[in-house]
Structure formats: structure tokens, C-alpha cells
């Protein structure tokens, strides 16, 4: 998609954009876990790189970036981030972060582990229509 210079200049005039790759995410949680002691998910990581790429641009700007996810939804790409190992199943890979991390893991995420599943079958997408109309 691409928009005529002045239009261009007009949008850059309030918006700026970044990407992040996975290996800079990871290099984001693990600087920002070393050196501030936050642990991040994953999606926070990247807003946070996004925001030092601007502030490098801007040093004079102030920069909020805000985060409501928990870096336990994300927790195996979080503990690669922190070099470590992730199990493959994800409640064990919470509690090792937890352990790695000493950051406690929500109450609420927590309690899921000892949940039932309510959602145990799959149906092909071929039934899925006789299965909804059921």
C-alpha cells in the first residue's frame, strides 16, 4: 500500500512504526528481565523495542508504553527469551518460569491448572456445520 508524499508527510507527522523480530523480542525480555528485573510477555516486549527504536530517534519524547498481558500466557517463548528451557507442556513451563524468575505466577492463571477441560473433542470442519446445528 502506498500513499503520495504529502499525505505520506502528514501521517508521519503523528504516526511512526516498527517491527521487532523474534530474536530482537527475545533480546528485549531478557535485557528488560537482567537489568530492570520486569518480566515481560512477548507482545510488550515488542512495543518496548518499538518505543527505544523511536527514542532513539527522539530523545527529547516521553514514551508510556503499556502492557496488560502476562509473560505466563507466552510462558515457552519466555523462558527461551531467558535461555532456559521450556517444557512442552504449558502448565509445567508456567510453574518452571515462575521457578527461573521468582515472579508469581496470577492467581486466576494459576488456578487453571487444576481445572478439568471443558473443551476435549475436535471436529473436522467438514461436520462442523451438522455439529453446530446440533
Given at each position: ?19 521487532c ?64 528451557e ?33 473443551f ?15
Amino acid at each position: 500500500y502506498e500513499v503520495e508524499g504529502a499525505v505520506l508527510e502528514r501521517i508521519r507527522a503523528d504516526f511512526a512504526g516498527y517491527y521487532c523480530d523474534e530474536t530482537q523480542t527475545a533480546e528485549t525480555i531478557r535485557d528488560l528481565f537482567e537489568t530492570e528485573g520486569y518480566l515481560c510477555d512477548t507482545h510488550t516486549a515488542v512495543g518496548v523495542y518499538a518505543a527505544r527504536q523511536y527514542r532513539k530517534e527522539h530523545p527529547e519524547s516521553k514514551i508510556l508504553v503499556a502492557s496488560t498481558a502476562s509473560p505466563y500466557k507466552f510462558a515457552p517463548a519466555v523462558l527461551r527469551a531467558l535461555g532456559k528451557e521450556a517444557p512442552a507442556d504449558d502448565f509445567e513451563a508456567i510453574e518452571t518460569l515462575a521457578r527461573a524468575t521468582g515472579v508469581a505466577v496470577p492467581a486466576p492463571l494459576a488456578a487453571l491448572a487444576s481445572q478439568p477441560d471443558r473443551f476435549t473433542r475436535i471436529i473436522d470442519v467438514r461436520d462442523m456445520r451438522a455439529e453446530i446445528l446440533q
